[in-house]
C-alpha cells in the first residue's frame, strides 16, 4: 500500500478535471479524494497498491480534454487506509 498527495497546476478548474479524476479512480480501484484549491490548482491523495496509484498519477500529468496540466507535483506519504474515493 503507498500514498501520495499532489498538487496538479494549470487549467485544471472548470474542465471536469475532479469528476474524471472521480471516475479513473474508482475504475482503477485507487482510494482518496481531489478537491479545487483556491489558487486555481487542483489537490490529490490517492492511495492504494502502488501500479494502479501511478496510473492514476500519469492520467492526471494529462487530465480531461479540455484541461492543460502544467505541473504535477507529488510526495509519498503515509497511507491512511481510506476505503473510497471522493470529489471534496
Known amino acids: 500500500m503507498v500514498a501520495v ?8 478548474q472548470g474542465v471536469g ?5 472521480l471516475q479513473q479512480a474508482q475504475a482503477i480501484g485507487v482510494c482518496g479524494w ?3 484549491m483556491p489558487d486555481g490548482k487542483v489537490e490529490l491523495w490517492a ?3 502502488d501500479g494502479p496509484v501511478q496510473r492514476l498519477l ?7 480534454r479540455w484541461a492543460r ?5 507529488e510526495r509519498r506519504v503515509t497511507p491512511r487506509g481510506l476505503g473510497s474515493f ?3
Open 5 to 12: 498527495h499532489a498538487v496538479v497546476s494549470g487549467q485544471v
Open 17 to 21: 478535471f475532479r469528476w474524471r479524476c
Open 34 to 36: 481531489v478537491r479545487n
Open 47 to 49: 492511495e492504494g497498491e
Open 58 to 64: 500519469d492520467w492526471c500529468r494529462q487530465g480531461p
Open 69 to 73: 496540466v502544467d505541473r504535477v507535483e
Open 86 to 88: 471522493e470529489v471534496r
